[in-house]
């Protein structure tokens, strides 16, 4: 059982990690579940993506005892670091919005998943760990990349190396996530949150997603002259005349996503 479902509603997908018993493990049918359901998913019906999970925990990692009883655990880990990854790069291929909703620990792959969102929404009592060097790994799922400008290359050291635990408060003051809600909210919270973002200007948060990503790699003329490209496709498209339109008129906008 892959322990994963995903329904799309009015442009929401929601993805639920659904094996609470546990702790919402990356097993691999789990992982294979995910990549599938991502890459299966298209902009033309998805404006933005939820990520949540059931239980006590996001997502405590890897399949330890998967790995424990591979006969070749590289072959293994091969698997499921290259189906996790794939379905990253579809999450992250859709370019809409993503929000992410931390209940309880986000560890290993779990901590990789819950850093997918450009939205983190944690619980107060979500606790955030790399975990991988504990059983003697080293990171996957992009985690590698985006902590450190997320948090800083010193506290991503300290998570990486010393497995430093990293609790809601310390998660928000780091920037690690967007903000912190009640454990009780937390659900309520991201799903509104994400609504919000499925019926905005989806057209033009995928250029935003992709001037924030090339931002790191560009000098800053170039990046006036990605800014100047964006905002151009964004004004001669639907969105752009309807917000301006609204704006002017006083009313809420009806954003299309084009």
């Known amino acids: 059982m892959a322990h994963l479902s995903c329904t799309v509603e009015t442009g929401l997908a929601h993805l639920r990690l659904a ?25 033309s019906e998805v404006r933005a993506v939820l990520i949540s999970a059931e239980g006590d925990n996001f997502c405590v990692g890897g399949d330890l005892n998967a790995m424990n009883e591979a006969a070749d655990r590289g072959a293994l880990l091969s698997d499921m670091a290259g189906a996790f990854h794939k379905g990253l790069a579809g999450l ?10 931390i209940n309880g620990v986000a560890a290993g792959g779990g901590l990789s998943l819950a850093l997918a969102g450009d939205i983190v929404i944690g ?18 799922g992009g985690s590698s990349w985006i902590l450190p400008r ?92 309807e917000g301006v339109r609204a704006f002017l008129e006083r009313r809420k906008p009806a954003f299309r996503g084009e």
């Open 150 to 241: 997320l948090v800083g290359l010193r506290l991503a050291q300290e998570m990486a190396f010393l497995n430093r635990r990293v609790n809601a408060d310390e998660a928000l003051a780091a920037g690690l996530v967007t903000c912190i809600v009640p454990d009780e909210v937390l659900l309520e919270e991201a799903t509104d949150t994400a609504r919000r973002l499925a019926e905005g200007p989806t057209a033009a948060f995928h250029r935003m997603k992709h001037l924030f990503g090339q931002s790191f790699g560009n000098d800053l003329g170039t990046q006036f002259e990605a800014e100047a490209e964006a905002i151009t496709a964004c004004a001669a498209g639907h969105d752009g005349g």
């Open 92 to 101: 992250n291929a859709l370019d809409v919005p993503v929000v992410t909703a």
């Open 123 to 140: 619980g107060k009592s979500s606790a955030y760990m790399m975990a991988y060097t504990a059983i003697g790994l080293s990171p996957d």
């Open 19 to 43: 094996n609470p018993a546990a702790g919402n493990v990356l097993d691999l049918p789990m992982i294979h579940a995910f990549s599938e359901a991502l890459l299966g998913l298209s902009r």
